[in-house]
DNA sequence: TTGACATGCAAGTCGCAGCTTGCTTATCTC
DNA sequence: GAGATAAGCAAGCTGCGACTTGCATGTCAA
């Protein structure tokens, strides 16, 4: 349902991926404070929630449990292949 | 007001970005049909201008007029911008 | 077991992105 | 100039995404 540039599109999301790729295994909570501190995002925690269930869904971020909280890790991998598509940077056309 | 992120959010405008990284220089109207032939894409004529505009604003595509007609490049420049911002493939963390 | 803590689920609201419709502007050909 | 072609502009409609609210589930400590 949702692909990749779609979870990108989202400007909380993408300061999720940037929590993620600093500091990983951060829990709902870890994550929703440094949201606010980093960033001034104000999200609720079932806001912050459902962003990560859309990273997930998109591969973008992985989840492991750990008795009552859920560990978040950042995932590169799918920004590989979907910014691939297109060249990037020189394409000698008139420049 | 439009970034890069939410100006790939819609499968329509990647649709653009992958005619005309195949082929510069396309006019509206000769974009909409290649759109229809190679992707199934029966937007409008608006609708498409409506995207080139979007592309146009985040940089991801250059316009030249000649005459009447209006001609679209691609650049792929932004793209490593938008890349850089997250670690790709490696990252050291847990593997 | 009880209470507190961390998260999940589901329904409802609201704003905006994408599309259409209709008209207007600008350029070329005759 | 008249007509045709290519594109631009603006207002209105609609569906979906982001958020909230309220409650349910599961886990740890006493």
Not at 6 to 22: G, V
Request: with cysteine; proline share 3%.
């Amino acid at each position: 349902m949702t692909d990749i540039y779609q979870a990108l599109a989202d400007p909380t999301r993408r300061f999720i991926l940037d929590e993620l790729s600093k500091r990983e295994g951060q829990t709902l909570f870890e994550l929703c404070g440094r949201l606010a501190m980093a960033h001034g995002v104000t999200s609720s925690r079932q806001a912050v929630s459902q962003h990560l269930a859309v990273l997930e869904t998109v591969g973008l971020v992985r989840t492991e449990r750990q008795g009552r909280t859920k560990l978040h890790w950042f995932d590169g991998a799918p920004l590989q292949a979907a910014l691939a598509r297109w060249p990037i940077g020189e394409n000698g056309g008139d420049a």
